[in-house]
């Protein structure tokens, strides 16, 4: 790679960057100004996308016909912090997406989360934890899509990690299906640890749902396996389910 390709993408980088902190602070007027819920989570879905098309980001979405017009619970893999933005950015307004408590911690933080329509989880506390479970089940109950990274985190090496039964439990509790959704190209795209995003494309494959009459919807168990599996078959990166039980 020469000067010149560096400096470009440098520049570019940056740009990505000016680009999301100016959408950023527009989305804090919005929850600050804005009363309606219905209204803030469509700005931040609009606020989401053009994080990606101003820039000119290769997105592509595969499959918008397999995620139902119903409610519906959606569980993808997990490789970059791109992939918040990127699903809340070009799936429907509707679904809120369930995030780490951790943003508990930062309270300009949790206001702006919980404005925005996410809801939060907490990890490692048993008794929060259990708490925030409850309320994700009585929000599917409700009838609300809800958007799940089940992995919990992600990782500097590819791979599909083991799936929390947090979203499972929701789904089955409210008998909504479960779309699975593998996205390809964040970990390129913006690695862990990496300060500036490099170019190159991001795909969203939304594949079939798995409903009430399906096998793998007998159990939370079964459903989470069945869900990692079928976002396994389209996306080319190792499972790491067998190295996580070995450890």
């Known amino acids: 790679m020469n000067w010149v390709t560096r400096t470009l993408e440098l520049l570019w980088g940056l740009f990505v960057w000016l680009v999301f902190a100016l959408l950023v602070l527009f989305y804090l007027v919005v929850v600050l100004v804005v009363p309606s819920a219905e209204w803030r989570q469509k700005l931040a879905t609009w606020t989401s996308r053009m994080a990606f098309v101003i820039p000119f980001c290769d997105v592509q979405v595969r499959g918008m016909d397999n995620l139902p017009t119903a409610d519906c619970v959606v569980v993808a893999n997990h490789a970059s912090y791109v992939d918040g933005p990127l699903l809340k950015g070009y799936l429907p307004w509707r679904f809120k997406f369930v995030i780490k408590g951790?943003?508990?911690?930062?309270?300009?933080?949790?206001?702006?989360?919980?404005?925005?329509?996410?809801?939060?989880?907490?990890?490692?506390?048993?008794?929060?934890?259990?708490?925030?479970?409850?309320?994700?089940?009585?929000?599917?109950?409700?009838?609300?899509?809800?958007?799940?990274?089940?992995?919990?985190?992600?990782?500097?090496?590819?791979?599909?990690?083991?799936?929390?039964?947090?979203?499972?439990?929701?789904?089955?509790?409210?008998?909504?299906?479960?779309?699975?959704?593998?996205?390809?190209?964040?970990?390129?795209?913006?690695?862990?640890?990496?300060?500036?995003?490099?170019?190159?494309?991001?795909?969203?494959?939304?594949?079939?749902?798995?409903?009430?009459?399906?096998?793998?919807?007998?159990?939370?168990?079964?459903?989470?396996?069945?869900?990692?599996?079928?976002?396994?078959?389209?996306?080319?990166?190792?499972?790491?389910?067998?190295?996580?039980?070995?450890?």
């Not at 409850?134 to 109950?141: C, D, E, P």
């Not at 593998?182 to 390129?188: S, V």
Request: glycine letters at 10%; aromatic letters at 6%.
């Open 102 to 247: 951790e943003f508990r911690k930062f309270p300009p933080a949790h206001f702006f989360l919980v404005r925005s329509g996410s809801k939060l989880v907490e990890r490692k506390d048993i008794q929060g934890s259990t708490r925030d479970a409850r309320q994700l089940v009585k929000a599917a109950l409700r009838g609300e899509s809800l958007g799940f990274f089940p992995e919990g985190t992600f990782r500097e090496e590819p791979g599909v990690g083991r799936f929390r039964p947090g979203a499972f439990v929701a789904a089955r509790k409210s008998e909504m299906p479960v779309v699975p959704v593998a996205i390809h190209g964040t970990r390129h795209v913006l690695p862990l640890g990496a300060l500036l995003p490099r170019r190159g494309p991001m795909i969203i494959d939304i594949l079939p749902a798995i409903g009430p009459g399906d096998a793998a919807y007998e159990s939370n168990l079964s459903l989470a396996e069945g869900a990692r599996q079928r976002i396994l078959a389209v996306l080319d990166e190792p499972d790491l389910l067998g190295d996580e039980e070995l450890q």
